[in-house]
């Protein structure tokens, strides 16, 4: 199916399918509500057939086809049977969204080298299983939408972090050698990026930590919607890169310039920041780190309350026409005033 252009080159959702991998919960949850809203027919893949079903329901609520598709993204051949059942059931994948996920929050001497490992081959290798399957679709049709949800973290690793933040990297690194790949073969198939900010999803209630303390995002945080629109966005205008929310901005320019201040910064502050103030045993609570929890806990986590439901940042990122004229009509106004 190709892609249906309308006005300025602005790529159309409506009767696309879309797959979005950790579909079941957070980001991805939210992102396949944003979706279906815009007219996207879903297939959705994670590992807790219980939280995909009720994600699918939400699909069909909106009046767009869902498809169920349980497997472990670490599984290349399991990702591969997900994407064949879904083309079966809704017809050629025109857009592919990474979002799976999983971390161990703790600093590295408390980490295991099977927990490095786990995180490793769900967050990095998922993606990349997730980008192979993709292209084995898009590249012989020349058309197509990867989209890989990425993270301020992908550019600046912070304490109790390093099992993500690597992982982050790494897709990176990847999908700057993939980028350059598809344009030496003048490809159609687009990649894009989006970097993320803190945000307010049940992953830090079911994150593996040795912390006492309850994990938190570090603040600013963001409701899992501001994600969601930007990832939507991205997947209908893809270009190279998309950072989303203005601590992300600070966060990947301040490792740009001013790098070894980040470090003593985060070094003083950062682990703080990302525990809340309620006592937790991090020996009796579930974890998704091996394998779903159960229950359908949706898209939020425990911090609504603290959570920016909007980024103005993003508000301008994409009216940048808007801000320009505006911007101008402000010049010519201020030159006018001192003639």
């Known amino acids: 199916m190709r892609v249906v252009v309308a006005g300025k080159g602005q790529a159309m959702l409506k009767g696309k399918v879309v797959v979005v991998t950790g579909a079941s919960a957070g980001v991805g949850r939210a992102t396949v509500r944003e979706l279906a809203r815009q007219g996207a027919d879903v297939g959705l893949i994670a590992r807790g057939p219980e939280r995909l079903e009720a994600a699918a329901e939400e699909v069909r609520a909106a009046g767009r086809r869902a498809c169920v598709a349980p497997a472990d993204v670490s599984d290349a051949a399991a990702l591969e049977r997900a994407a064949q059942r879904i083309e079966q059931a809704l017809g050629p994948i025109d857009v592919w969204i990474n979002s799976a996920m999983t971390a161990v929050l703790a600093e590295v001497t408390d980490t295991s080298p099977d927990e490095f490992r786990r995180v490793t081959e769900v967050t990095y290798l998922g993606s990349v299983h997730g980008v192979q399957v993709a292209l084995r679709r898009m ?22 972090q390093a099992t993500y933040c690597a992982s982050k990297h790494a897709i990176k690194g990847f999908a700057d050698s993939l980028r350059a790949e598809l344009l030496h073969r003048n490809a159609n198939v687009r990649l894009t990026l989006v970097q993320l900010p803190g945000l307010n999803t049940p992953q830090f209630g079911w994150v593996r930590t040795r912390l006492r303390r309850h994990p938190q995002p570090v603040p600013p945080i963001y409701q899992p919607e501001v994600a969601a629109r930007a990832i939507v966005h991205a997947a209908q205008h893809p270009r190279r890169e998309y950072w989303v929310g203005g601590s992300t901005v600070y966060t990947i320019l301040g490792e ?36 779903p929890p159960s229950g359908d806990r949706g898209a939020h986590g425990r911090f609504d309350e603290q ?17 320009a004229a505006t911007a101008a009509g402000v010049a010519v106004a201020v030159a006018a005033t001192r003639r």
């Open 307 to 323: 959570a920016h439901p909007r980024s103005p940042q993003w508000w301008l990122n994409t009216h940048r026409p808007l801000v």
């Open 256 to 291: 740009k310039f001013v790098s070894g201040l980040m470090d003593r910064y985060l070094a003083r502050t950062n682990e703080q920041a990302q525990q809340a103030d309620v006592r937790i045993d991090p020996e009796q609570r579930d974890d998704n780190l091996f394998a």
């Open 139 to 160: 590249l012989p049709r020349d058309e197509g939408v990867i989209v890989q949800v990425g993270s301020a973290l992908a550019r600046r690793g912070i304490p109790l």
